[in-house]
């Protein structure tokens, strides 16, 4: 029979290791005190932008019986049993504790009271937010963060989240102590209150009250805070509440050796609840390097833990800290490089061996983007350079540098994966390496080591242009060249293919060039543009007509049914709330349009990289749920931005409520109302790698997300890739959402007056493509199966019946194996 | 012999279909320096009739159409497809004859 491994804790380095044993012939049974599946509790903060737990949710682990909800309660090592709360009893060859941590809760009177929260797992979040929602005294709420540091930061920032006015109050006579040195923490204090979060420091909570709806706080510098709550934020203890009777580490912990094994041989601690030779780690790839050790050591191996980077960035929008290796040079006569510049609002600290030679660590507050390049090279030489004032970071890294800190991937192990050819960009490095799958901060480096390695991170559109899009779309802006052959005479070679094309028609047409089958662009169409219907396998089309909001009236739709019947076209009802009818022929495209058009009909732009529908749900008007009018913003969006060329088709949904109907969140943008307003969501994906969109501003007018969804869509189209989706236009920006807040909410560029006012032009030149062909003989001409025989059908094509229908006969193809 | 069209109504860079009396079909492209080139208009890799439909250009200098319907690329002027060299189109013969465009 196979053996069983117990693992006592379903957190992150729990599930990792039960991850890494997957395939292994362990028997396999966890137990985990929270009722839900394991999460990244690293991403905890991002918790408060959704509320939505399955953001968070590590991947589902199979082939183990997970015991969730059921905390063990006592473990006895002479039979090797542990028994869980609900008096399960479980026999176990090995045993892995990977309890955690506990917060530290200082013992300041009445830190029990209602309303004073810890921060550590997503029940906390849930009930912070229980309590500020259940604040209904008028005025804005105020909450206290008990702790500065790296933590308490994140909690405060949380609270923000929530539209509560946070104190921070920290002890130490500064922000962040253990990370940052004197001489940032003023600067960081600084940036911090920027984000209109006080900073008492210097001090602590003498005293917890409450006075009626209010808790008062009274600080040790006399100080008396009014709150509507209190979040502890003091630090963590290693978890050791299951007592087995085994010695624990000088500062608690289960005291483990290198292999991460106690005194008992059957019994293993990983994670923050292991004292590793005496010393505990609070971060996550310790505990990751633990579970690849005890995997390793249950399966016959000898792997010890390496010793670990303590290396931290704060993860806080706007507020770039990070610090790494020795930051407070405590190393035996190591040397401080500090460059201070109070203007431009960064400080940056190196500190080296005494004779200048080895990087020994760093703080950088204000700019912390060399942090990538320098944490890996903490404990090799310094380059020369470096020590400069002002001087380059952009220095070669050593093979076994750490690239990736979280998962411990180092660059030797991504360029093999690169070199090798196993990995082309960053997607795939993730999926072999691992790498960047924790914070996600090395994916700069990641993308910089591509293009080290020479992998044609090349942006070139293709071979007749070495550009990107999105600076052919610059050229095209600034030269206000209109066509195609001008631009690949000035600025490409040859004549052009099926890629820059198409591409740089759809770069006119969002400039506004006139209709997209004008004179010389009809060329560059793609045959689905060229003839304004979607083509089919077999040379039909079919033709989709507007149905804004998926709203339609009956007399409308009897017209689709009589010319779906008057044509044998083939009728089906699309994801996006419209109706496709397939099996048109070249010829057959105007009579057909000319109908729709004459019944009120305009073009769905079904064929077109431009947007497609707008879903939505009944809303308010119907849906007893409903808190806004979702259909009538769908039909507002829908209407404005239909016919805008883009890299890539665009997909939209409004949902009237946070039941989410519409489904709006798998959109490149989505909006969700709220009591308030509505919530926009962008970069979402359904499709081959479904992609949640992230939330980008909440509870804003109908004006401001309009505002906010012109410049989104707008900063896309001038700076994705061709064929890019939102999404992994998103995921690929530099900066992510930060950024992309910083540029189209915050205006951080100054280029929103700009998008909005292309924005603006578009709306306003908006005019139906099929209408333009049809009041264009000329473009008519061009609707003909045969030039030497117009009107006659093209003989290829015939149809069968199939449930009632005509679906097309498959043409013989067998001469060409495919 | 059969009449295409006029010269006039071809546009450079773009391709157009003609019926033949025995019912198949030629594929007409007039390129930027003023070549005619006729192919089938039938795909050999989806068998539908459309490479007249297709995206005209250059693969490397040598010109090309690409099937709108899976992408291959097709020679002009010898019909062999640059993607699967064991697969080719047939190549017709095309002139201009007083303004018209025939194929003999
Ligand atoms: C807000 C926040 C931000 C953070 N940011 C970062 C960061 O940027 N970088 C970083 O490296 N780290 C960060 N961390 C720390 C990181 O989350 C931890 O290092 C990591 O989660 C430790 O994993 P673990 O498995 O040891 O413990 P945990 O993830 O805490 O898991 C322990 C689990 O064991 C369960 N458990 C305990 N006792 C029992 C029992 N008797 N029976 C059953 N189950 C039990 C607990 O309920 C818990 O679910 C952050 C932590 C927080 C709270
Ligand atoms: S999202 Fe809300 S308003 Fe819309 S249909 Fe669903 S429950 Fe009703
Ligand atoms: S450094 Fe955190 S994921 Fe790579």
Same mark, same amino acid.
């Given at each position: ?6 693992v ?9 290791l039960?991850e890494?044993l997957r395939e292994?012939s ?29 953001d968070l ?10 015991r969730?909800?059921e905390k063990?309660?006592?473990? =006895? ?5 542990v ?6 009893e479980v ?10 941590s506990?917060?530290?809760?200082p013992?300041?009177p ?14 906390d ?5 229980a309590?500020v929602? %259940? ?5 804005r709420?105020s ?10 930061l994140e ?8 539209g509560?006015?946070p ?17 940032g ?6 940036? +911090?209150?920027?984000? =209109? ?5 210097g ?5 917890? /009250?409450?006075d ?5 706080a009274?600080?040790a ?5 009014d709150? &509507?709550?209190?979040?502890?934020s003091?630090?963590?203890?290693p978890?050791?509440?299951?007592d ?19 005194a &008992? ?8 609840c292991?004292?590793?030779?005496? +010393? ?5 790839a310790?505990?990751?390097s ?6 390793d ?9 390496p ?6 960035k ?6 770039d ?7 407070? %040079? ?25 004779d200048a ?16 390049? @320098?944490?890996?090279l ?5 380059p020369a350079?470096l020590?400069?004032?002002?001087g380059a970071?952009d220095?070669?890294?050593?093979a ?7 998962l411990a991937?180092?660059?030797?192990t ?5 070199v090798?050819?196993v ?17 996600g ?8 080591? @591509? ?17 990107s ?31 820059c ?11 506004g ?15 689905? &543009? ?5 083509l089919q396998?077999?040379g039909?089309?079919s ?13 409308k ?20 709330q ?21 019944a ?7 064929y ?5 529908? +707008? ?13 806004? =009018? ?9 209407l404005?931005?239909r ?9 939209s %949904? ?12 798998s ?11 509505w ?14 969109? &992230?939330?980008?501003?909440?509870d ?5 997300l309009?505002?906010?969804? =012109? ?20 995921e690929?920006l ?6 992309l ?5 915050e205006?951080?560029l ?7 006012a292309?924005?603006a %032009? ?26 030497n ?6 003989p290829?094509?015939?149809?069968r019946? /199939? ?16 | 012999?059969?009449v295409?069209?006029d ?8 391709g ?6 025995d ?9 930027a320096?003023?070549t ?29 159409v ?7 690329a097709?020679e002009?002027?010898?019909?062999k497809?640059?993607?699967e ?7 017709h013969?095309v ?7 025939e194929?003999?």
């Amino acid at each position: 029979m196979n053996q069983t491994l117990v693992v006592i804790g379903n957190g992150m380095v729990g599930h990792r290791l039960v991850e890494i044993l997957r395939e292994s012939s362990w028997r396999i049974v966890v137990f985990g005190e929270e009722s839900r599946p394991a999460y990244d509790r690293v991403a905890l903060s991002s918790y408060v932008d959704s509320w939505s737990s399955a953001d968070l949710e590590l991947p589902a682990l199979a082939g183990c019986e997970l015991r969730l909800g059921e905390k063990v309660v006592s473990v =006895d090592r002479e039979r090797r049993v542990v028994v869980g709360a609900s008096g399960v009893e479980v026999s176990y060859d090995a045993l892995v504790l990977a309890t955690g941590s506990v917060p530290f809760v200082p013992p300041v009177p009445g830190r029990d009271l209602p309303g004073c929260h810890v921060y550590r797992t997503i029940d906390d979040l849930d009930d912070i937010r229980a309590t500020v929602e %259940a604040a209904t005294r008028p005025g804005r709420r105020s909450g206290m963060v008990l702790g500065g540091g790296l933590l308490g930061l994140e909690a405060a920032n949380a609270l923000r989240g929530m539209g509560v006015s946070p104190h921070v109050v920290e002890l130490a006579p500064r922000l962040m102590p253990i990370q940052v040195d004197e001489g940032g923490a003023g600067l960081l204090k600084r940036l +911090v209150e920027k984000l =209109d979060l006080t900073v008492h420091t210097g001090t602590s909570a003498s005293s917890i /009250e409450r006075d009626g709806q209010r808790l008062i706080a009274k600080l040790a510098s006399g100080l008396e805070l009014d709150l &509507d709550v209190v979040v502890f934020s003091a630090g963590i203890r290693p978890r050791t509440d299951l007592d087995l009777g085994l010695e624990l580490g000088p500062r608690g912990g289960y005291l483990v050796d290198a292999a991460c094994r106690t005194a &008992d041989p059957h019994v293993f601690a990983i994670g923050e609840c292991a004292a590793v030779e005496g +010393v505990t780690y609070g971060l996550v790839a310790p505990g990751y390097s633990m579970a690849e050790v005890v995997a390793d050591q249950i399966s016959g191996g000898t792997k010890v833990f390496p010793g670990a980077d303590v290396s931290t960035k704060l993860k806080l929008l706007g507020v770039d800290v990070a610090s790494f290796g020795d930051a407070h %040079a405590q190393t035996e006569g190591a040397l401080e490089v500090v460059v201070n510049n109070a203007v431009a609002g960064t400080y940056s600290k190196l500190v080296v061996s005494d004779d200048a030679r080895t990087l020994l660590g760093g703080v950088l507050v204000g700019d912390a983007s060399s942090y990538l390049s @320098l944490r890996p090279l903490v404990g090799k030489e310094v380059p020369a350079a470096l020590l400069q004032p002002g001087g380059a970071v952009d220095v070669e890294m050593p093979a076994d540098a750490q690239v990736c800190s979280c998962l411990a991937v180092t660059k030797q192990t991504i360029t093999d994966a690169i070199v090798s050819g196993v990995a082309c960009d960053v997607a795939e490095l993730k999926a072999c390496t691992k790498a960047s799958t924790g914070c996600g901060s090395c994916v700069p480096m990641l993308k910089k080591l @591509l293009t080290e390695c020479g992998v044609e991170q090349s942006k070139a559109l293709c071979e007749h242009f070495t550009y990107s899009r999105a600076e052919l779309f610059e050229i095209i802006r600034a030269t206000r060249v209109t066509t195609f052959s001008a631009l690949v005479e000035k600025h490409g070679t040859g004549r052009g293919c099926d890629i820059c094309k198409p591409a740089v028609a759809s770069i006119l047409a969002s400039l506004g060039n006139g209709h997209i089958l004008g004179a010389e662009q009809v060329s560059l169409q793609d045959t689905n &543009d060229r003839f304004l219907a979607n083509l089919q396998r077999n040379g039909t089309y079919s033709v989709v007509p507007r149905i804004p909001g998926g709203e339609i009236t009956p007399e409308k739709l009897i017209v689709i049914g009589e010319v779906a019947r008057d044509y044998g076209l083939y009728t089906k009802i699309t994801g996006g709330q419209r109706i496709d009818l397939f099996g048109a022929t070249v010829d057959q495209l105007p009579e057909i349009w000319r109908r729709l058009v004459d019944a009120g009909f305009e073009s769905g732009h079904a064929y077109g990289k431009s947007l497609r529908t +707008v879903k939505s749900c009944v809303g308010t008007t119907w849906c007893r749920y409903g808190v806004q =009018d979702s259909v009538g913003l769908a039909i507002e969006l829908e209407l404005r931005y239909r016919g805008l060329r883009s890299p890539h088709k665009l997909k939209s %949904a409004v949902s009237g409520c946070a039941r989410e109907c519409a489904e709006a969140r798998s959109k490149d943008f989505g909006i969700i109302a709220t009591e308030n307003g509505w919530n926009l969501y962008v970069a979402g994906n359904g499709g081959f790698t479904p992609r949640h969109a &992230d939330l980008l501003v909440s509870d804003v007018d109908t004006e401001e997300l309009i505002r906010v969804i =012109d410049r989104f869509l707008m900063f896309y189209i001038r700076t994705a890739d061709r064929l890019q989706r939102t999404a992994a236009w998103l995921e690929g920006l530099e900066g992510g959402l930060d950024h992309l807040r910083e540029v189209v909410v915050e205006d951080k560029l100054g280029i929103c007056a700009d998008l909005e006012a292309a924005m603006a %032009a578009h709306v306003s030149d908006y005019a139906d493509e099929w209408r333009g062909v049809l009041e264009d003989p000329e473009k008519l001409a061009r609707f003909t199966s045969f030039v030497n025989a117009p009107g006659t059908p093209d003989p290829t094509i015939s149809f069968r019946a /199939e449930r009632g229908q005509r679906v097309p006969v498959s043409l013989g193809i067998p001469e060409v194996a495919r | 012999m059969t009449v295409v069209c006029d010269f006039e109504a071809l546009r450079p860079e773009q391709g157009v279909a003609a019926l033949l009396p025995d019912g198949s079909q030629v594929a007409v492209f007039l390129t930027a320096d003023g070549t005619l080139h006729a192919l089938d208009n039938v795909d050999p890799f989806s068998g539908a009739a459309v490479l007249a439909r297709g995206i005209v250009g250059d693969r490397g200098g040598v010109p090309v159409v690409v099937s709108p319907v899976y992408k291959q690329a097709f020679e002009l002027s010898t019909g062999k497809c640059l993607d699967e060299p064991s697969v080719s189109v047939a190549v017709h013969p095309v002139r201009v004859r007083d303004g018209v465009v025939e194929l003999t």
